[in-house]
């Protein structure tokens, strides 16, 4: 992994890892080895190899520029599309939550638009039969 510092210099080894000048000129001549964070931090940096960091479910997953690069998809993401994919998940998450609400309360309606037709044909029924009932009474009585 030394390949990784031979093409830089100090100064930018320093800004990239944060480590002693001292050390920096030690990993160069070799004389001292390179701590796997500082190589991590390097791979990530000068390679753009997110795994570096992240772990081998990160592989082919990279950093260039100011753009991410997903393996399945060949153009890059910038910062503020990358927000706003998070946002659209986020959305898209509520408003699934919202549609699950929204069908429960059109069940919990259709159940009571239900009830209250067998209660409109009860009384309808009752209607009628009441009418009848008072037709013949008229005509008994008349």
Known sequence: MNELIFGI???EIDKITGEDLKAIKKWKKGTKDI???ALRLLRLYLNGD???LLGD???GYRFKGNLFYVPEWKNGFPPHEIRALF???QQVWSLEREIELLK????RRNEEFN???VKADFYR????LESRFGLILHRSFS
Do not use: G, H, M, T
């Open 125 to 128: 029924r009752q209607v009628v």
């Open 104 to 107: 429960r309360e059109l069940e």
């Open 57 to 59: 479910e990160w592989k």
């Open 115 to 117: 009830d209250l037709e």
């Open 87 to 89: 946002w659209k998940c």
């Open 35 to 37: 701590p796997e964070s």
């Open 50 to 52: 997110a795994s570096a």
């Open 9 to 11: 210099s100090i100064e």
